[in-house]
């Protein structure tokens, strides 16, 4: 049992690991290894991939674009999202509950919904193009997301804390950010983290609502198809380096990545 | 208890006003177009409901409709169940814990287009490693060119993409069952499936509903992986309804039918949302 057990659990984890593996395989090849013949490692692993997205602006702007946008839009997220989080958590107003249905609704609306009107708003205030447009369009599935998540860190702290801290004569902004705040730090980081995520996943709208100026990476990568074919090593590059974000913080997320795209409620 | 305070909604009020600024503002451009002809800024006139009339008697909309149907559906029957089992599967305690936990995320943080990426890649007979197996097994098996291989090139990327999620939640909902409850069925020497039939599939039914809904609502919505692996070709074998949308507002500028195809498109996501909202929050009343 215990061992049929592993055996699943490895075929498994190697059907999620040999497709990732074969995008870094790709990445450290010359496109002439890549069209010559298949091989399972690099024969002669080269950099230069990686060296055309560190060094072309077209490359590392898209980068910078996309960073934008998304840090932009992940602060205005939590900046939003905490103090009506908090207000979920502990208080009954009126149309609590429709407003916390109508929040999901927005996380669960497809995007292309609001493709156009997204396009002809921020093209009649002037924002097209730029990243701010990016960031203010991303809110509508990222603050949902942001309040349903922080909610879920909120209702785990008990009650009693509030109190004890209006007792002692805190006011309301003074207890959040001495006293509340730091007791859901690690709530924050994931909420954080989930708005970075899916603010730096998204396609759709990042592409329509920019051009050239704040092209973002995702953009760039469906457009490296050139006269001579596409280039796969690059292409392979910047899929990795894409990546990389989510790698780097997944050791510190691991026990919460259920719980952030469960939107809280696990 | 909470307590009542109406106060609590200038708490809110940020959210709101955010909010309402990038969903209700569009949602009520979407259904002035939708109910205009407009020719330019200029002229345009009422046409009252005939654009619903004609995007409901549309091909476009029936096929990706039935198509996302057939999709959705084949999503949820592969993944939950595989979802389960590779959650049972898990180690429970030791080195193995964190190592699966870390290694089942990782294809839920691969941004989307990525994963486009990765499956075109591997999928092609000449450079991919996928490709290049089935066609070297004697299979031929080409999803530019072929439907049925597309439609499931772009079935498996979807379950190599989330099936982690189902896991990962099921992981989490099994962790919470006590060991009394196992101990009892040793006493009792129940089978395996008891066990599974009656101590852990009812403690996964909240965690279950949240999984279906979540895969179900993004698999509605999906665009991006299947944009980028086929572009919802060949033919249309792949396009699905974010896409047929997609190219009818902004590949043909066709505002009229592609605002009342949004507002239909939208009301089947608000009933099925609502129907989830609604199983929830009772199954949270309840404790």
């Known amino acids: 049992m215990r061992l049929r057990k592993s055996l699943v659990m490895l075929v498994y984890l190697l059907f999620v690991l040999v497709p990732i593996y074969w995008l870094v395989n790709m990445s450290f090849k010359s496109n002439r290894e890549i069209l010559g013949g298949l091989s399972l490692w690099p024969t002669a692993p080269t950099l230069d991939n990686y060296r055309v997205i560190f060094t072309e602006p077209t490359w590392y702007m898209s980068y910078l674009n996309s960073l934008s946008y998304v840090s932009m839009n992940m602060l205005i997220s939590l900046l939003v999202a905490l103090p009506a989080a908090y207000a979920f958590s502990r208080y009954r107003f009126l149309g609590d509950r429709h407003m916390f249905f109508w929040l999901l609704t927005n996380r669960m609306a497809p995007p292309a919904v609001f493709l156009l009107p997204f396009f002809q708003l921020y093209s009649a205030v002037g924002l097209f193009d730029t990243p701010i447009a990016v960031a203010l369009a991303h809110c509508l599935f990222n603050v949902p997301l942001a309040v349903w998540i922080l909610e879920g860190f909120m209702s785990s702290v008990p009650k009693e804390i509030d109190e004890t801290a209006y007792i002692d004569g805190y006011t309301f902004p003074k207890f959040f950010i001495r006293i509340f705040l730091p007791m859901i730090r690690p709530g924050i980081g994931v909420t954080a983290f989930f708005c970075f995520m899916f603010s730096w996943v998204e396609l759709l709208l990042a592409r329509t609502l920019t051009s050239v100026d704040a092209k973002p990476i995702v953009a760039q990568m469906t457009r490296t198809v050139s006269a001579s074919g596409i280039d796969w090593g690059v292409l392979a590059a910047a899929g990795v380096v894409a990546l990389l974000p989510g790698i780097a913080v997944i050791y510190f997320v691991r026990n919460h990545v259920a719980k952030g795209f469960a939107l809280g409620r696990v | ?287």
């Open chain 2, 1 to 287: 208890m909470k307590t009542y305070n109406n106060k609590a909604w200038w708490l809110v009020l940020p959210v709101f006003v955010l909010v309402a600024f990038s969903a209700i503002i569009p949602m009520m451009t979407v259904v002035n177009y939708s109910v205009q002809d407009i020719f330019d800024p200029s002229t345009r006139y009422f046409v009252g409901t005939e654009w619903y009339r004609e995007i409901l008697a549309d091909p476009r909309l029936h096929d990706s409709l039935v198509r996302q149907f057939i999709y959705s559906f084949c999503v949820l029957a592969i993944e939950v169940p595989l979802g389960i089992v590779v959650a049972l599967s898990m180690p429970r305690r030791g080195l193995g814990v964190p190592f699966s936990l870390i290694l089942l995320s990782l294809p839920l943080l691969v941004p989307w287009n990525v994963v486009g990426t990765i499956w075109q890649i591997i999928g092609r007979e000449d450079i991919g490693l996928y490709g290049w197996i089935l066609n070297s097994l004697g299979l031929d098996y080409n999803y530019a060119s072929n439907p049925r291989d597309a439609w499931i090139t772009v079935l498996v990327m979807d379950v190599w993409h989330w099936t982690s999620l189902v896991a990962l939640l099921c992981y989490s909902g099994l962790r919470s069952i006590p060991d009394v409850y196992y101990q009892a069925a040793r006493i009792d020497r129940a089978s395996h499936w008891a066990v599974f039939r009656f101590i852990q599939l009812p403690k996964l039914k909240n965690v279950l509903l949240i999984a279906v809904m979540l895969r179900f609502m993004d698999s509605f919505m999906i665009y991006t992986e299947p944009f980028v692996l086929t572009g919802g070709g060949p033919g249309t074998a792949t396009t699905f309804l974010s896409q047929t949308l997609t190219q009818m507002a902004l590949g043909q500028f066709d505002l009229g039918r592609a605002a009342a195809f949004s507002l239909i498109y939208f009301l089947i996501i608000l009933l099925v949302t609502w129907v989830f909202y609604t199983a929830m929050t009772h199954n949270d009343d309840k404790g």
